[in-house]
Nanobody, 119 residues
Framework: QVQLVESGGGLVQAGGSLRLSCAASGRTFNTSAMGWFRQAPGKEREFVATISWSGGSTAYADSMKGRFTISRDNAKNTVYLQMNSLKPEDTAVYYC????????????WGQGTQVTVSS
């Protein structure tokens, strides 16, 4: 069984930075793609970024390109999301998710971490 635990959220002023971490348990991390998603109050969950199992391929939502960076450390079973130039509209609960090999959907989700950006 896989467990994902996010950390690093908090309150930051607009223009500031935060780095989120997601620690995974289980044996599938090193062969799985990872993703970050977010959900703002009253809105649907949206895609933020994804990274391949090796870290060699990444993709971002258009609104995050150039500001957010996803990375991973397979030795630590951890995926990161570095968020710079934060805006109030980035306020949301951020979730990490794991997609096992050959799966078309994300199979496991963390509990989320709150990010609040003040203006």
């Amino acid at each position: 069984q896989v467990q994902l635990v996010e950390s690093g959220g908090g309150l930051v002023q607009a223009g500031g930075s935060l780095r989120l971490s997601c620690a995974a348990s289980g044996r599938t991390f090193n062969t799985s793609a990872m993703g970050w998603f977010r959900q703002a109050p009253g809105k649907e969950r949206e895609f933020v970024a994804t990274i391949s199992w090796s870290g060699g391929s990444t993709a971002y939502a258009d609104s995050m390109k150039g500001r957010f960076t996803i990375s991973r450390d397979n030795a630590k079973n951890t995926v990161y999301l570095q968020m710079n130039s934060l805006k109030p509209e980035d306020t949301a609960v951020y979730y990490c998710a794991l997609r096992i090999v050959f799966s078309s959907t994300y199979n496991y989700w963390g509990q989320g971490t709150q990010v609040t950006v003040s203006s």
